[in-house]
C-alpha cells in the first residue's frame, strides 16, 4: 500500500502543497518519497529513500518549480527501498513521469518485451514498466495525446493501480487511472488534487469524487474529466461533500487503525494473490530440497507458523517445526546445521528474538529464507530468499491484517510445494487454489454479516474474569491467536490450548458461567471436537462457538455462536475462523474502555530481546 499524490494549481507552487499531502498519507507507507513536477515544459524530479521528513531535510521536496506536479510515499512491494527504486518512475526521456499504487502482476513479462525495444530500466520496481510502456505508445505515434497514451499502457496491465501521469509534451495537465487501488479527486475552488486517499486534501477542500474501477481522469486548470478506460467515453459525477475531521479522514472514519485494518482484509488478502510466480516457486523448491525445516517467528506469526505446519504437512507432506523464536536457540542452537532450512516469519522483519534465531542459524550455515511485510527490513537483508505479504503498513499494535496475509502466503507455498510434489490431485489443487481466491469475498461476508453479533458478545461477557480458546488440528492455531488478541487489546487473561488436552488439567478451572470459546469448522476433527464441547458444558462452561453457517449441531450446545460460510477447507480455515476472534478483542477492548491502537506495555515492532 502507497501513498500517491497530484495536483493541478491555478497558480502558486505546486511542490510544497504536495509535501504536505504527503505527509498526510504517510501511514500508507514510508520507506521512500518522491515529487515531480513540470515547469518550461521540463520533469523536475526529487526523490530517496527514508521517511519524508529526512528526505526533506537532505533535499528540500519544497523547492520544485512549477504548478502542477505528483508525488508519492512508498511502501515497498517489488525492488528494496532505495532511492532508484522510489517513485515517481522517468521513461528513457525524462518526459514522462509516473507515480503508482498497486500491483501489476505482468510487469515481468511487459519489461522483457520493453528491453527488447531498447528501453532501459532504472529501477527494480514494477511501476516502471508504466512510463516506458506510455513513451513506446508515443514512439509508434508520436501525435498521440497523453490521454490515448496512458489508455493505451494501462489497458496492457494486470493487475490493481492507482495512477498519476504527468508529461512534458502536455504539461498542463495530469492523467491518472484506477483498477482495484484507490483513487479519489479533490475538488478545490483553485486547485484539483487526485491522492490514494482523503485525508491528502482534506484540510483544502472537503469535497470529493471517488474514481471507480476502470476510470481514467484528467486533471486540467479547467477542473476533471472522467473517462472510461474501455472505450473512453465520457462519465458524469459530482463531488461529494466530506465531512470527516482530518484525524478521522486518516482512519477512513473508522474510529481506530485496528477496526479499520480489520475490514481491510478482503483487499489484503486479493493483495498476497497477486504474486510473482518466481517467489513462491523459489522459495517451495528450497523447502522441498531441505532436510528440516523451522518456522521461527513470534506472538501472531508464530500463530502462523504453527497453522502453516499443519498446512505443509496435510497438503505437502513435509514436517516442519514451529518454534517460538525466543526459544530457538535454547532449543535448537546446537543441532541446527547447514541441513537445516529456517523459514522465519515476522512482518515487521526487525523482531530481535526472530533475527537472534536467525543470526544463530546463519552461523551454523542453515539456509535463512524469509516471509515478512517490510520490505528492506533486516529479515530481508539476512534472508537468502524473502517473499513479502504485502498487506501495507499497519499501524495498530495488534497483528490482524497481516496474520491472514501470512496465512494466505503459507497456504500458497503448501500448495506450491505440494504440487512440485506431486501430493494432491489436480482436482483438489483447483478446489485449493479456487477457495483461496474466493477468501476475500468469505472475509467480507463475515464481517458485514457477523460484526453485530460479535459486538452483542463482547457487550453480554464485558465482565467475564477469564476466557478458553479451544480447538483442535489446524484451529489450534486459531485458538491462539484469539487469546493473545483478546489478552492485548483488552486485557483480559486468556488460555489457549488444543481442546484435546481439557482433561489432562486445565478443565479444572471450569465453574459455571466460564467462557468457552471453540473454533468449529467441519474438519476431520469436529465429532471429537463436539465431544470436547460437552465436557465442558456439563461443567456449566457457557460455550461460545464460531461454527459453520447452519451447523445446528453445535447451535443447539452453544450459548453464543457467531456464523462463517460453509465449505472452507480445513487448511484455509483459519483465515476465515479468526475474523471473529479479531473482532471480540476489539469489541472487548472498548467494552471496557480501552483504546485497541495503542495497548500498554507494547510496541508494534519488538526490536529488543
Ligand atoms: C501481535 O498482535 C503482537 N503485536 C505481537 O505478538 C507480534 O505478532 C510479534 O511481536 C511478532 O511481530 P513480527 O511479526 O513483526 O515479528
Redesign the pocket.
Known amino acids: 500500500m502507497c501513498g500517491i499524490f497530484g495536483c493541478v494549481l491555478k497558480q502558486g507552487n505546486a511542490a510544497p502543497v504536495i509535501h504536505a499531502s504527503l505527509k498526510r498519507l504517510e501511514y500508507r507507507g514510508y520507506d521512500s518519497v518522491g515529487i515531480a513536477t513540470i515547469s518550461n515544459s521540463e520533469i523536475h524530479v526529487k526523490k530517496d529513500q527514508g521517511k519524508i521528513d529526512d528526505v526533506h531535510k537532505i533535499l528540500n521536496l519544497d523547492d520544485l518549480p512549477g504548478t502542477i506536479g505528483i508525488g508519492h510515499t512508498r511502501w515497498a512491494t517489488h525492488g528494496a527501498p532505495l532511492k532508484v527504486n522510489a517513485h515517481p518512475h522517468t521513461d528513457c526521456t525524462e518526459q514522462i513521469a509516473v507515480v503508482h499504487n498497486g500491483i501489476i502482476e505482468n510487469f515481468s513479462e511487459l519489461k522483457f518485451e520493453l528491453e527488447n525495444r531498447g528501453h532501459v530500466f532504472r529501477s527494480k520496481t514494477d511501476t516502471e514498466v508504466v512510463a516506458h510502456l506510455i513513451e513506446e505508445s508515443f514512439k509508434r505515434n508520436p501525435s498521440l495525446s497523453l490521454v490515448d497514451a496512458v489508455l493505451d499502457a494501462v489497458k496492457k496491465i494486470d493487475g490493481s493501480y492507482a495512477l498519476a501521469v504527468v508529461s512534458a509534451k502536455e504539461p498542463d495537465k495530469i492523467v491518472c487511472a484506477r483498477n482495484e487501488s484507490p483513487l479519489v479527486i479533490g475538488v478545490g475552488e483553485d486547485a484539483v488534487y487526485c491522492a490514494s486517499d482523503i485525508p491528502a486534501f482534506l484540510p483544502v477542500t472537503n469535497r470529493a469524487v471517488f474514481v471507480n474501477n476502470g476510470e481514467l481522469v484528467i486533471l486540467s486548470p479547467e477542473g476533471y474529466e472522467i473517462r472510461k478506460i474501455q472505450d473512453a467515453s465520457m462519465v458524469t459525477r459530482e463531488p461529494k461533500v466530506i465531512d470527516w475531521t482530518p484525524e478521522m479522514a486518516v482512519k477512513q472514519g473508522y474510529p481506530h487503525f485496528m477496526i479499520k485494518e480489520i475490514h481491510e482484509q478482503p483487499e489484503t488478502l486479493r493483495n498476497t494473490l497477486r504474486f510473482q510466480e518466481h517467489y513462491l516457486d523459489l522459495i517451495s523448491t528450497f523447502l522441498d530440497r531441505a532436510r528440516e525445516v523451522f518456522l521461527v517467528?513470534?506472538?501472531?506469526?508464530?500463530?502462523a507458523c504453527l497453522a502453516a505446519s499443519y498446512m505443509f504437512s496435510k497438503l505437502a507432506f513435509l514436517a516442519t517445526y514451529p518454534v517460538m523464536?525466543s526459544e530457538f536457540i535454547e532449543q535448537h542452537g546446537k543441532s541446527v546445521n547447514i541441513d537445516s532450512t529456517i523459514l522465519a516469519?515476522?512482518?515487521?522483519?526487525?523482531?530481535a528474538?526472530?533475527l537472534a534465531a536467525v543470526t544463530c542459524s546463519q552461523q551454523r550455515a542453515a539456509t535463512i529464507l524469509g516471509l515478512?511485510?517490510?520490505i528492506g527490513s533486516t529479515?530481508t537483508r539476512v534472508s537468502r530468499v524473502y517473499i513479502g505479504q504485502q498487506s501495507g503498513p499497519e499501524i495498530g499494535?495488534?497483528?490482524?491484517k497481516?496474520?491472514t496475509s501470512?496465512l494466505s502466503v503459507l497456504a500458497q507455498l503448501a500448495l506450491r510445494l505440494s504440487k512440485k510434489r506431486g501430493k494432491i490431485s489436480q482436482d483438489e489443487m483447483d478446489m485449493l487454489e479456487e477457495k483461496l481466491e474466493t477468501l476475500p469475498e468469505t472475509v467480507e461476508t463475515i464481517i458485514m454479516t457477523q460484526e453485530e453479533k460479535v459486538k452483542q458478545i463482547a457487550h453480554k461477557y464485558r465482565d467475564a474474569k477469564i476466557f478458553f480458546f479451544l480447538g483442535r488440528g489446524i484451529s489450534t492455531a486459531t485458538a491462539y491467536e484469539g487469546r493473545?488478541?483478546l489478552m492485548?487489546?483488552a486485557y483480559v487473561p486468556a488460555i489457549a490450548f488444543p481442546a484435546g488436552e481439557s482433561k489432562h488439567g486445565p478443565i479444572s478451572l471450569i465453574e459455571e458461567g466460564f467462557p468457552v470459546v471453540f473454533i468449529c469448522p467441519r474438519d476431520g476433527c469436529y465429532k471429537t471436537l463436539i465431544g470436547n464441547i460437552m465436557e465442558m458444558k456439563a461443567r456449566g462452561a457457557s460455550i461460545i462457538a464460531i461454527i459453520e453457517e447452519g451447523d445446528e449441531e453445535i447451535k443447539a450446545l452453544a450459548n453464543d455462536y457467531v456464523e462463517v460460510p460453509r465449505g472452507i477447507p480445513e487448511v484455509l480455515s483459519p483465515i476465515p475462523f479468526v475474523i471473529p476472534l479479531q473482532l471480540l478483542a476489539y469489541y472487548m477492548a472498548l467494552e471496557r474502555g480501552h483504546n485497541p491502537d495503542t495497548p500498554r506495555n507494547?510496541?508494534?515492532?519488538?526490536t529488543v530481546k
Not at 499494535?397 to 490482524?400: F, I, K, L
Open positions: 517467528a513470534c506472538g501472531t506469526s508464530y500463530h523464536a516469519v515476522s512482518q515487521s522483519g526487525e523482531t528474538d526472530t515478512t511485510n517490510t529479515l499494535v495488534a497483528a490482524t497481516t496474520f501470512q493473545l488478541k492485548e487489546i507494547l510496541a508494534k515492532s519488538v
